[in-house]
């Protein structure tokens, strides 16, 4: 595993939090990245994702507007501040290229970190 997610919390309700992901430039500067997390419960979902061609980005529809993706310059590191947080965001936070390795979504395998905890309480 050569990924690494930080910066999780216990925080209240419209808070901010800024997770890192730190990674080899390989990865990290590859074609896309994404932030993906998973409820207790829930399927593995895709928060956001950025392109390296022309740094495109993409949220889902609820994060969209609250939510922030990033890499540092040099493109070893990736970010995800977070702002206006609910307790719907509660969740362990992933970092991985998208798609995701094998194009699954499951991160039971090698390919992914420990992911970073956000808890949010109302």
């Known amino acids: 595993v050569h990924l690494a997610e930080s910066g999780g919390a216990l925080v209240q309700s419209g808070s901010s939090l800024r997770l890192s992901c730190a990674g080899t430039?390989?990865?990290?500067?590859?074609?896309?990245m994404a932030w993906y997390r998973q409820a207790p419960g829930k399927q593995l979902e895709v928060v956001a994702a950025?392109?390296?061609?022309?740094?495109?980005?993409n949220y889902a529809d609820s994060v969209k507007g609250r939510f922030t993706i990033s890499r540092s310059n040099a493109k070893t590191v990736l970010y995800l501040q977070m702002n206006s947080l609910k307790p719907e965001d509660t969740a362990v936070y992933y970092c991985?290229?998208?798609?995701?390795?094998?194009?699954?979504?499951?991160?039971?395998?090698?390919?992914w970190g420990q992911g970073t905890q956000v808890t949010v309480s109302s």
């Open positions: 991985n290229t998208f798609p995701p390795p094998g194009a699954i979504m499951s991160v039971d395998s090698a390919s």
């Open positions: 430039e390989t990865i990290v500067s590859g074609p896309a």
């Open positions: 950025i392109t390296t061609e022309k740094g495109g980005t």
